[in-house]
C-alpha cells in the first residue's frame, strides 16, 4: 500500500508555489496603501487643525482692535461734541479780542452775466 501511495500521490513544486504567492504579494500591497492612505488622511487633518488654530488666533486679534477702534471713535465723537459747544467757541473769541458783530448787512448780488461765450 506504501508504494501505491507513493505512486499515485500528487507531485507539488514548491519552489513554483515559493516564486509566486500572488495572495501574499496582494495582501502585502493593500496593507501599505492602507497605511500610506491612513498617514495622508492623518497629515491632512494636521494641516486642517493647524489651519484653523492660526484663523482663530488671527481673528481674536483683529477683535480686540475693533473693540479699540470703537472705543477711540467715541472718545473722538465726545471731543467733537465738546469742541463745536458754542459757549466754548463764544469764550475762545472772547480770549482772541473778538466782538460780536452788531448789525450785519449782506451786499444783494446782481444777476447779471459777467462773461459772455
Known sequence: MCKKFLKNRKKVNYQAERKNPSGFWSMRTGIIALMLLVAFMGVYYLGLINDKATVGYKISKLEIKASDLAETN???????????????????????????????????????KVAVR
Open 74 to 112: 467715541r472718545n473722538l465723537e465726545l471731543q467733537v461734541i465738546e469742541l463745536q459747544q458754542t459757549a466754548r467757541i463764544e469764550q475762545k473769541a472772547r480770549g482772541m479780542a473778538m466782538v460780536q458783530a452788531d448789525n450785519v448787512e449782506y451786499l444783494a448780488v446782481q444777476q447779471e
